[in-house]
């Protein structure tokens, strides 16, 4: 049975460079999200030399302090700690005490560590709280809260960090706390907006985790997820202070067109009554003697796509979303017309960055790269003759350099000719898929789909389109 609606099949014939394209993005991909996988990053940024503990330009001695800490969340936090252990060595191990937990994902490969509890806080591919989160979110808040002077915790954080760090305020249920974030998220809200109201919500984001603290030193090492590493942003920012207040978060609903009816009554009381009485532990000296570090982030992924793009030949133009409010709409009418309009050679045209997508209220299967690959495929066939759309030789992925694609296991997806011309012949007809957001069983169907397994690392999403064009 073939899609109502779907184009004549085209006969174009697939040209031998079409594999070789798409093998170059794939491993265009695979360079870029190695380039920012923890372990790699925290080998180049922690070294440990005579018992001084080197991160980046910061140099810290070890010799004053007789406990070291070590917490996280994220998903990249478990072999952050797997690294920092490893750089700190069985020496610094065997005169320190040195303990920790860290919130991490279900279903990794690393289960266990010496002197650090990693605890499976929530299934794979799920991207909002749960009880083990609160739980585990818990057993961190007690060994922070522990520290006094001779302390030093290293705080391991990254994308993802915000659902794998949440503890609510008294007073608001996880459930509470998981409609609004699934309601923010439907209406489009940005990671500004998402995190005015998170932080106002949150017994540890907005800096309250290492205002905690009794005493001692705490450095965060942070695996950034969001463009220009607003470490304030970045899982929303439990060892930052924040520059909220709680009439901000009331704002983001009136921004957004979001009644107060529809959010949870107990969260509207909590926010109305913090607006009364604006207050926060949150202080310039409760956050002393904290340093927020950022070892990696998009820039460095797609520094390492470009160097392998140029290493394959081609010649590449690379940049980096500066706009937070970017919708994928906008973004797949722009990678449409670099597609159509490529110049002569072999070019490559590297694109990061998050945009925002609204997946209505009864979403398919799939996530923002695959809907991204999917508008564009939509796009081009919608302006382009059908004779002509195979010859320009093109192949477009988009992809989270975390592995995981919106409620999917896949990291993306990728669109070339040799894709386009078996949706053809299957008589598929990708606009049913994109009404429906449902560019999972596109892909599934018509072939297409990324699968990199979990990376254990998030700085965001890489686009990558390739094209070949004969000389004019």
């Known amino acids: 049975m073939t899609d ?3 184009k004549p099949a085209m006969t174009a014939a697939i040209p031998a460079r079409v594999r070789a394209l ?8 695979r360079a870029a999200v190695d380039a920012v996988r923890a372990e790699n990053l925290v080998a180049d940024n922690v070294h440990v030399e005579k018992k001084h503990l080197k991160i980046g330009k910061l140099v810290v001695d070890l010799g004053k ?8 969340a994220g998903k ?3 072999y952050m700690a797997k690294a920092l252990l490893e750089r700190l060595g069985p020496e610094i191990a065997a005169s320190k005490s040195i303990n920790g937990w860290v919130n991490v994902p279900e279903g990794g490969d690393l289960v266990s560590l010496p002197h650090v509890t990693l605890f499976p806080a929530r299934p794979a591919g799920e991207n909002l709280p749960t009880q083990n989160v609160v739980i585990g979110t818990q057993h961190i808040r007690e060994l922070i809260a522990s520290m006094h002077k001779g302390d030093l915790a290293l705080c391991l954080i990254s994308g993802g960090g915000s659902a794998l760090l949440a503890q609510p305020v008294p007073g608001i249920s996880l459930e509470d706390k998981r409609r609004v974030s699934q309601l923010l998220s439907q209406r489009r809200a940005d990671i500004t907006q998402l995190n005015r109201v998170r932080r106002q919500l949150s017994l540890v984001k907005g800096g309250r985790l ?6 001692g030193r705490l450095i965060s090492l942070i695996i950034s997820d969001v463009l220009g590493d607003p470490v304030e942003l970045i899982a929303s920012g439990p060892t930052a202070p924040s520059p909220d207040e709680p009439q901000g978060a009331l704002d983001v609903f009136h921004e957004l067109k979001i009644p107060l009816d529809e959010v949870p009554p107990a969260v509207v009381a909590h926010l109305q009554a913090s607006a009364a009485t604006p207050r926060s532990n949150v202080t310039n000296e409760s956050l002393s003697e904290v340093q927020n570090i950022v070892i990696g982030n998009l820039a460095v992924a797609l520094q390492s796509a470009a160097k392998c793009a140029q290493q394959l030949g081609y010649q590449v133009h690379s940049s980096i979303q500066a706009d937070r409010r970017e919708t994928v709409d906008d973004t797949a009418r722009w990678m449409a017309a670099q597609w159509r309009d490529a110049p002569p050679g072999l070019h490559a045209v590297l694109y ?10 009864n979403p398919g299967r799939g996530g923002r790269n695959q809907h991204l690959v999917l508008q564009v495929l939509d796009h081009i066939l919608r302006t382009t003759s059908s004779d002509q759309v195979c010859a320009p030789h093109s192949c477009l992925l ?7 694609d919106g409620n999917t296991s896949m990291a993306g997806a990728y669109c070339d000719d040799s894709l386009i011309a078996e949706m053809q012949r299957q008589g598929v007809n990708p606009s049913l898929y994109l009404d429906a957001y449902n560019a999972f069983d596109f892909f599934a169907r018509c072939g297409g789909h990324v699968d990199l397994g979990p ?13 070949q064009r004969a000389p004019r």
């Open 4 to 6: 109502a609606t779907a």
């Open 22 to 29: 798409r093998d170059d993005a794939q491993a265009i991909f």
């Open 65 to 72: 302090f007789q406990r070291v800490l070590i917490v996280g």
């Open 76 to 78: 990249a936090s478990g």
């Open 210 to 215: 290492a205002a905690s603290r009794q005493g």
């Open 352 to 361: 990061g960055g998050e945009p925002v997508i609204d997946v209505g209220r």
């Open 398 to 404: 988009s992809g989270g350099t975390d592995g995981e």
């Open 455 to 467: 990376t254990h690392t998030n700085v965001g999403d890489v686009r990558i389109l390739l094209t």
